[in-house]
């Protein structure tokens, strides 16, 4: 089993950045690819960014977030991090980090494991 919690959601103003951050528990994460997804109200939730495990040195992004939203992991510390920059008020949202032992990585039913997810708000 894995436990995930993501931190670092709050409200900031167009063209800010935040930092979330997912930590795991339980299991070492490093075996895992991790996945980033966002539900906007009203809307489904939608991938925005993956990376691979071990390493990370694989990395796919949502075309929405590419060139402003950075993945990466750090597994010393059991942590997967997605920095935004250049935050659009369509950024806001209900952020998730997940774990993929499989692969398929825009694909959520991939994941196995969810964290309860950060609340992201960009205002204009």
């Known amino acids: 089993q894995v436990q995930l919690v993501e931190s670092g959601g709050g409200l900031v103003q167009a063209g800010g950045s935040l930092r979330l951050s997912c930590a795991a528990s339980g299991r070492t994460l490093r075996t895992y690819a991790v996945g980033w997804f966002r539900r906007a109200p009203g809307k489904e939730r939608g991938f925005v960014a993956a990376?691979?495990?071990?390493?990370?040195?694989?990395?796919t992004y949502a075309d929405s977030v590419k060139g402003r939203f950075t993945i990466s992991r750090d597994n010393a510390k059991n942590t997967v991090y997605l920095q935004m920059n250049s935050l659009k008020p369509e950024d806001t949202a209900f952020y998730y980090c997940?774990?993929?032992?499989?692969?398929?990585?825009?694909?959520?039913?991939?994941?196995?494991?969810w964290g309860q997810g950060t609340q992201v708000t960009v205002s204009s």
């Open positions: 990376i691979s495990s071990w390493s990370g040195a694989g990395t």
């Open positions: 997940a774990a993929n032992p499989r692969g398929n990585w825009i694909n959520e039913d991939n994941y196995d494991y």
